[in-house]
């Protein structure tokens, strides 16, 4: 979705910026500099889309490989002179530079979402470090891959038992609190 959103102002402002380019409606042959940043744009939405299509689950290796694609494209928008930019390139400019601050605040939110639920699923890291393995191809070693479904097992088993604990636990009864001192109390029916 954000992509779609960052591709489609790209090219919403690649085309006015055509439209209102000098000699756009006369056909003038004064030819002007190609727009660097709808190009920027569309290339760094393509490799947003690669990151999230290899990287599809949460991971500290994904987080990583986001903040270096985060911080080659940092480099690559601060290397463009701001204000020699014309104006509808400063907005293409503005928008990739809060598409990446933004990210930053996503990835931190993610990676703490991961710490909060880690100890409700202390076997999410097995199963990812699992399938990024399988991602890369790495030639399959059947006893470490055994001895990691095996302690994934039992991870699940002691989780399994401490949930069941607590639904186990019998509620602790509160009690009723006093209708508030200005409040009439019901009367009975007739």
């Keep these: 979705m954000r992509i779609a959103l960052v591709t489609l102002a790209g090219l919403s402002l690649a085309a006015v910026a055509a439209c209102l380019a000098p000699g756009a409606a006369s056909g003038g042959a004064a030819a002007a500099p190609a727009p660097r940043t709808p190009a920027l744009l ?10 999230e299509r290899y990287w599809s689950l949460p991971s500290e290796a994904r987080r990583e ?20 930019l014309p104006r509808d390139e400063q907005v293409d400019w503005l ?3 809060n598409h990446l601050r933004a990210g930053i605040t996503r990835r931190a939110a993610e990676a703490a979402r991961r710490a909060e639920i880690a100890e409700l699923v202390p076997f999410a ?6 399938e990024e393995d399988r991602w890369a191809e790495k030639p399959l070693d059947p006893q470490d891959a ?3 479904l095996d302690e994934l097992g039992k991870q699940v088993k002691d989780l399994r038992e401490r949930v069941k604990k607590k639904e186990d636990k019998p509620a602790e009864s ?17």
Aim: zero cysteines; proline letters at 10%.
């Design 146 to 148: 055994a001895a990691r």
């Design 174 to 190: 509160k009690p009723e609190a006093a209708p508030p001192a200005d409040t009439k109390p019901e009367a009975a029916p007739p």
């Design 95 to 97: 928008v990739l530079d």
């Design 65 to 84: 490989h986001e903040e270096a694609v985060s911080l080659e494209w940092r480099a690559t928008l601060d290397a463009l002179d701001f204000a020699a």
């Design 42 to 51: 569309e290339e760094y939405a393509a490799d947003e889309s690669g990151v």
């Design 125 to 130: 890291d097995t199963i990812t470090a699992l």
